[in-house]
DNA sequence: CAGGAAGTCTAGCGGCGCTAGAATCGACAC
DNA sequence: GTGTCGATTCTAGCGCCGCTAGACTTCCTG
């Protein structure tokens, strides 16, 4: 039994590896740059490998989302947590989004533009996602007055995703955008 | 002369067709099934021509995403101009926008979310979507009190398009659509 | 130490965006 | 009418992509 174990742990390993290769390749040059060749050249085992672990590129990318979910769950709980009160906290955790987005752009774009092949809303989604979904809602919650919850927190998710995408995409004046998110926790703050 | 112009006409005409015919492929099988081959055989001249009036295949979806931006922009100014006070021309444009990008997706997709090679926030950007932005920022104008205008137009666009984008992905309750559209229009027009 | 399953690799398929150079077309001079 | 020559269009192919069949190697087991 040792012996199968240490082969699953070695695979357990090699496919951690796998996504750490594809996460990091994706954030110094892209995700155009992530193909399975070059990534089978980085992990030093040829392509076929990759398949043995993935359905495709596309489970790879989903699994790089699933990641990056525990990253930003992480960091918006930081942001709430060091939050003085309810306003402050929707601040902090609007910024929080908005500044992993501009820091992690590929990572981003894995979790919330690219991989479609995760359930979103629904109770089978990644836990590391409704965490972080979580956490925009408790900071939504106490400024929610007589709206539902759950909607207001996925129009408020909404308003920081186009905010954020469409500024990197050059289709906002980057200069503008603090103003923008402060006008739109404003908005969500009264 | 004649014949010179002759020949521009129909290679403008041609121009044209190819437009056309992208558009037409991408709305009805996807952007993904758009492939210079596939373009050359619906226009019935070889792939090489493509390249005679295009850039690559880029230049083709921002070709495409043009016409696009006329085409929203005549839907936000009916919306507006059938309302009857500030309110309801803000939800007029607001739910005008998101049926745009419900009703043509991939036309939405080259002109929001793909083709980046044209310039926006800058008056070098195509008329039309000057005039798609500024029927935005007309319906916002009677509600925007002391807050910047521009930046404050910007804001809402964000908004509408984190929607329909994250809806359109599956990352958003479908169903709730409606509702968080309303609960984003209210707080615009406060 | 032989047999065979498990694991990995080589090689290749069909398709992609794009382009060099051959072939064809068509307006004009004679 | 016909030959010339530039403009136009096509054929063919490059290097890349995601993905996979089947050969080969490795290593546990009896």
Redesign the interface.
């Known amino acids: 039994m040792s012996i199968q174990a240490r082969r699953e742990r070695e695979r357990a390993e090699r496919e951690r590896l796998i996504i750490t290769a594809a996460r990091e390749l994706a954030e110094s040059e892209g995700w155009d740059a992530v193909t399975t060749r070059r990534l089978a050249d980085e992990i030093e085992y040829s392509q076929p490998v990759l398949y043995s672990h993935f359905k495709g590129k596309d489970a790879i990318m989903a699994a790089v989302a699933v990641e990056g979910f525990a990253d930003i769950a992480a960091g918006l709980r930081a942001a709430r947590a060091s939050a003085a009160g309810p306003r402050q906290a929707l601040t902090a955790v609007g910024t929080a989004y908005a500044a992993f987005a501009e820091e992690r752009p590929a990572l981003y774009d894995a979790m ?2 690219r991989a ?1 092949d995760l359930p ?2 629904s109770p089978e989604a990644p836990p590391a996602l409704r965490e972080a979904f979580g956490e925009l809602r408790e900071a939504v919650r106490p400024l929610a007055r007589d ?2 919850l ?3 927190t ?2 408020l ?7 954020v ?2 500024t990197r ?5 980057r200069e ?1 955008q603090e ?2 998110l402060a ?2 926790l404003d ?2 703050s ?1």
């Open positions: 919330f533009t479609v979103f809303a709206d539902d759950e909607t207001l996925e129009t998710w909404s308003g920081l995703h186009g905010l995408t469409l995409s050059g289709r906002l004046r503008a103003r923008r006008l739109l908005r969500f009264r």
